[in-house]
């Protein structure tokens, strides 16, 4: 998400790209759950990458 971030994205701008990366689209994406949570992950994600910030 931190790439995504530095190119000024919204955390609903990145999660298209992220859930377009090989390893979400063959392998998370199969995971239990995947559809309703991969928002509230992407979410966390830029939470985090601000945090980290400062």
Known sequence: ???YY???LS???MKP???AEPFMKNVASKWP???GTIGTFVSIA???AE???F
């Open 17 to 19: 790209k992220i859930m």
């Open 6 to 8: 530095d190119e000024g």
């Open 11 to 13: 955390d609903f701008e």
């Open 33 to 35: 759950g995947y559809e």
């Open 1 to 3: 998400a931190m790439k």
């Open 46 to 48: 830029v939470v985090e």
């Open 51 to 53: 945090a980290n910030m």
